[in-house]
């Protein structure tokens, strides 16, 4: 371990941190451009053959970014997706980020380091960083954006320029160091262990802003949330929300075991997607209808009427019952597609009964630091369920990617065991550490799958 790395582990300060250069390579999860065509023709896109766990060199930084020495990140599907070469090989989105030249030239590498979270100290700062210094306990916002973009002012997703960091840019939060810009920096909360607070950045914020922000689905008290998937990553979070904020969590699920803890989350209504037969692949038209007249039965039983609002990020095999479910000027919101892109749905259903489907994508520094706050108030709890050592990354992925898991999978990068990195441990009494892992159960991970 290099003395950086060393100096982070005991846990010095910033002054003392200040005096150790970065060393001029680091441990990271990469793919390499070599390995694109590994997988044409092979039915299992297993991920622990793509992953690569091994040094690469460290990057200069750029006026304007940050040198985050990582602790903790977690899996995120974009991760799955890059290890998969799909839909597209990631190398394309750093060969066209690296054609702009400049500092940009920089992520147009034949490896790309990728992951999207991180929690870890800020050890190195560019030129023009204002806001942050060396030793700062922060957590990473997925959001790569140009800050001079007009668009930006207005919602930092709205720039043409605004890229998912870790999968259309490189130096990832899979690895001992990332690079990021200062705009995508909050504080850590204090009351978090490096590893819960890695798991919550990406699937929190994209959760609060499809659920609560002006730019999502507004869910208001009372309002009935179907919520798609509601043991993963994305589900758990959204379960949270719908709860705090007064509304009726209907959560679907897989298993037995998935429901109970759904349950315990907050869910009114818990779902087993195996009573609606729902259909393997892409679903046919006669299949939407059955499904959703099933599952619209169900909970007009168990809640007295229609939801107001379908959290979907589950893709095609679920868009068209959410369209056909939601009641009368309801609201469909997606994130994402992990069943594929491409939907069907009757638009009779959508025009006819003044319906909305909203399109969002992760969440914009302000609705993330909305989120970060949640978090640090103890108002929303981390969804880790498990983590694995940086060595592991290929196991962790692969456990997402065969949809294994539950809540968020959490990867240790300089952190050498978990429960570090709180620098309120009496808050965190105060919450009580129960209340802040409730899907932290021994084995939890594979008894659910």
Same mark, same amino acid.
């Given at each position: 371990?290099?003395?950086?790395?060393?100096?982070?582990?005991?846990?010095?300060? #910033? /002054?003392?941190?200040? %005096?150790?250069?970065?060393?001029?390579?680091?441990?990271?999860?990469?793919?390499?451009? @070599?390995?694109?065509?590994?997988?044409?023709? +092979?039915?299992?896109?297993?991920?622990?053959?793509?992953?690569?766990?091994?040094?690469?060199?460290?990057?200069?930084?750029?006026?304007?970014?940050?040198?985050?020495?990582?602790?903790?990140?977690?899996?995120?599907?974009?991760?799955?997706?890059?290890?998969?070469?799909?839909?597209?090989?990631?190398?394309?989105?750093?060969?066209?980020? #690296?054609?702009?030249?400049?500092?940009?030239?920089?992520? $147009?590498?034949?490896?790309?380091?990728?992951?999207?979270?991180?929690?870890?100290?800020?050890?190195?700062?560019?030129?023009?960083?204002?806001?942050?210094?060396?030793?700062? &306990?922060?957590?990473?916002?997925?959001? &790569?954006?140009?800050? @001079?973009?007009?668009?930006?002012? !207005?919602?930092?997703?709205?720039?043409?320029?605004?890229?998912?960091?870790?999968?259309?840019?490189?130096?990832?939060?899979?690895?001992?160091? *990332?690079?990021?810009?200062?705009?995508?920096?909050?504080?850590?909360?204090?009351?978090?262990?490096?590893?819960?607070? *890695?798991?919550?950045?990406?699937?929190?914020?994209?959760?609060?802003?499809?659920?609560?922000?002006? %730019?999502?689905?507004?869910?208001?008290?009372?309002?009935?949330?179907?919520?798609? #998937?509601?043991?993963?990553?994305?589900?758990?979070?959204?379960?949270?929300?719908?709860?705090?904020?007064?509304?009726?969590?209907?959560?679907?699920?897989? !298993? $037995?075991?998935?429901?109970?803890? +759904?349950?315990?989350?907050?869910?009114?209504?818990?779902?087993?997607?195996?009573?609606?037969?729902?259909?393997?692949?892409?679903?046919?038209?006669?299949?939407?209808?059955?499904?959703?007249? %099933?599952?619209?039965?169900?909970?007009?039983?168990? +809640?007295?009427?229609?939801? &107001?609002?379908?959290?979907?990020?589950?893709?095609?095999?679920?868009?068209?019952?959410?369209?056909?479910?939601?009641?009368?000027?309801?609201?469909?919101?997606?994130?994402?597609? !992990?069943?594929?892109?491409?939907?069907?749905?009757?638009?009779?259903?959508?025009?006819?009964?003044?319906?909305?489907?909203?399109?969002?994508?992760?969440?914009?520094?302000?609705?993330?630091?909305?989120?970060?706050?949640?978090?640090?108030?103890?108002?929303?709890?981390? /969804?880790?369920?498990?983590?694995?050592?940086?060595?592991?990354?290929?196991?962790?992925?692969?456990?997402?990617?065969?949809? #294994?898991?539950?809540?968020?999978?959490?990867?240790?990068?300089?952190?050498?065991?978990?429960?570090?990195?709180?620098?309120?441990?009496?808050?965190?009494?105060?919450?009580?550490?129960?209340?802040?892992?409730?899907?932290?159960?021994?084995?939890?991970? %594979?008894?659910?799958?």
């Amino acid at each position: 371990m290099d003395p950086l790395s060393e100096a982070l582990v005991s846990g010095l300060d #910033g /002054a003392e941190l200040a %005096r150790f250069a970065p060393p001029s390579e680091y441990l990271a999860a990469h793919l390499r451009a @070599e390995d694109t065509e590994m997988f044409t023709d +092979v039915f299992d896109k297993d991920v622990r053959k793509s992953l690569r766990v091994g040094r690469v060199p460290m990057p200069e930084l750029a006026p304007d970014e940050v040198l985050i020495g990582v602790m903790a990140s977690s899996i995120n599907y974009n991760t799955v997706w890059s290890a998969m070469f799909e839909p597209i090989p990631t190398f394309r989105f750093l060969r066209q980020l #690296g054609a702009k030249g400049g500092w940009e030239a920089r992520h $147009d590498l034949p490896y790309h380091v990728v992951g999207s979270d991180a929690a870890g100290v800020i050890v190195g700062v560019g030129a023009g960083v204002r806001r942050w210094r060396v030793g700062d &306990h922060v957590v990473t916002s997925p959001m &790569h954006v140009d800050s @001079e973009e007009p668009a930006t002012q !207005s919602d930092g997703l709205l720039g043409d320029e605004q890229r998912a960091w870790g999968f259309e840019t490189n130096f990832g939060g899979l690895a001992h160091y *990332a690079v990021v810009r200062a705009t995508q920096l909050l504080p850590k909360p204090a009351h978090l262990t490096w590893e819960e607070a *890695a798991s919550s950045p990406l699937c929190a914020g994209t959760a609060y802003r499809m659920l609560i922000s002006e %730019r999502g689905a507004r869910m208001k008290q009372g309002d009935v949330v179907l919520i798609w #998937g509601a043991a993963g990553g994305l589900g758990a979070y959204a379960v949270q929300l719908v709860k705090a904020g007064g509304g009726i969590a209907v959560g679907v699920v897989g !298993s $037995d075991g998935k429901a109970d803890l +759904v349950r315990a989350l907050g869910a009114e209504v818990v779902i087993d997607r195996r009573e609606l037969g729902m259909p393997e692949g892409a679903p046919t038209p006669a299949d939407t209808l059955a499904v959703g007249r %099933r599952l619209g039965g169900i909970i007009r039983r168990e +809640v007295g009427e229609d939801p &107001h609002i379908a959290f979907d990020y589950v893709g095609q095999v679920t868009f068209g019952t959410s369209v056909f479910v939601v009641r009368k000027g309801g609201t469909v919101v997606t994130c994402g597609s !992990s069943t594929g892109y491409q939907h069907t749905f009757d638009n009779r259903y959508l025009w006819m009964r003044l319906k909305r489907i909203i399109g969002s994508h992760a969440a914009n520094l302000q609705e993330l630091a909305e989120c970060n706050r949640l978090l640090s108030l103890g108002r929303l709890q981390p /969804a880790l369920s498990a983590t694995y050592p940086l060595a592991e990354v290929g196991e962790a992925a692969r456990l997402v990617q065969n949809n #294994g898991h539950i809540g968020k999978v959490g990867v240790l990068c300089l952190a050498p065991r978990e429960g570090l990195g709180v620098t309120d441990p009496a808050r965190r009494a105060q919450i009580g550490a129960d209340r802040i892992t409730p899907l932290r159960q021994p084995g939890l991970v %594979r008894a659910v799958a």
